[in-house]
């Protein structure tokens, strides 16, 4: 099997990443069977400087650097599970040190094999304002939407202020839910979780529409190269 790299950005989305591959890998490869993983982070808040005053070429360099490391420890394949971070990591791919499994590309796969056609998009204010989905989404020929501009500044506190620490509270689920439920009525008939914090929170049951789970997907397809 390959050794999977982690370039790890936020402590939660990674930590579920990192869990998923080792929980669905046994049940896969046998009893307390997984690939070989490494992880580097980097704190988030270092990232979180550079996003905030708009350096996504520096933010690449970061995640080179750190895919770097993880290649030196022997990662053969790599991933990153952060959505919003894909937008500095598009611009360096070409030079990273080992193949790279693509957060968006994988959900938008997804999303196509289950022949979703309009798809909302939950993630950070940067991530639903930004380009990592939207062309992706576009040459599957998937519609997007994003919430309203006060929805996405709510999401995004509930982002950075609770969910990234660790708190999952019930008001915050049921703002999704009714945030869901608006995307549902603008004719969305699937919609991404496109932060990788947010599946801590929302569940399958949770929603009225069939969720994308960025996380697991890009657990699930770093699993399926590593074994391939």
């Known amino acids: 099997m390959k050794h999977i790299g982690v370039v790890a950005v936020s402590t939660e ?40 005053r708009d350096q996504w070429a520096a933010i690449g360099e970061m995640l080179l650097e750190s895919a770097h490391k993880l ?21 360096v791919r070409e030079s990273l ?13 997804e999303a196509r094999d289950r022949g979703f056609k309009r798809v909302g998009i939950l993630g950070t204010r940067f991530l639903m304002e930004g380009p990592v989905y939207p062309s992706r ?3 599957a020929g998937i519609e997007h939407r994003v919430p309203n501009p006060g929805q996405r500044e709510r999401i995004n506190r509930i982002i950075y202020d609770e969910l990234v620490r660790a708190r999952f509270l019930p008001g915050s689920l049921a703002y999704f839910q009714n945030v869901i439920r608006d995307l549902a009525s603008d004719g969305c008939d699937a919609v991404a979780l496109a932060c990788t914090e947010i599946p801590l929170l929302v ?4 929603s009225q529409l069939p969720i994308l789970d960025s996380t697991r997907i890009l657990a699930r397809a770093a699993l399926r190269a590593a074994a391939s």
């Open 137 to 139: 989404l576009a040459a």
């Open 71 to 91: 290649v030196r420890a022997g990662a053969e394949l790599l991933i990153c599970p952060d959505n919003t971070i894909h937008q500095g990591l598009d611009l």
């Open 203 to 206: 569940g399958e049951t949770d």
């Open 97 to 109: 040190p080992a193949p790279l499994i693509h957060i968006a590309e994988e959900v938008t796969r």
């Open 13 to 52: 989305g990674a930590s579920l990443c990192y869990r998923t591959i080792c929980l669905e890998g046994a049940a896969l490869l046998g009893p307390h069977t997984h690939p070989e993983i490494s992880l580097h982070n980097f704190p988030l808040g270092a990232y979180q400087r550079l996003i905030d």
